[in-house]
């Protein structure tokens, strides 16, 4: 089992920035990706950027440029660095993590004001 725990949420106004953490416990050592995605009031989950052991990062075509997924694997805790930030990307942004299964963090809100 891996237990995912967010912090950094919150309200901005467009263009500022915010960092999301998401620490990981448990059988972590299990775990070949790590990233986050999110869920705008009435759309689908939707991936936002995830790092792949041994592939490297994804990212969402509408964030590349803005957005930094990060690792650190002495901390067992994966960062997503958000700047220039829009009202669209306002949603719950929730910690992902995989294994031979696929765990969710309980999310944290953003809100990008206008």
């Known amino acids: 089992q891996v237990q995912l725990v967010e912090s950094g949420g919150g309200l901005v106004q467009a263009g500022g920035s915010l960092r999301l953490s998401c620490a990981a416990s448990?059988?972590?050592?299990?775990?070949?990706?790590m990233g986050w995605y999110r869920q705008a009031p009435g759309r689908q989950r939707e991936l936002v950027a995830v790092?792949?052991?041994?592939?490297?990062?994804n990212y969402a075509d509408s964030v590349k440029g803005r957005f930094t997924v990060s690792r650190d694997n002495a901390k067992n805790t994966v960062y997503l660095q958000m700047n220039s930030l829009k009202p669209e990307d306002t949603a719950v942004y929730y910690c992902?993590?995989?294994?031979?299964?696929?765990?969710w963090g309980q999310g944290t809100p953003v809100t990008v004001s206008s």
């Open positions: 992902y993590a995989r294994s031979i299964r696929i765990y």
């Open positions: 448990g059988s972590i050592f299990s775990l070949n990706a």
């Open positions: 790092i792949v052991s041994g592939e490297g990062t």
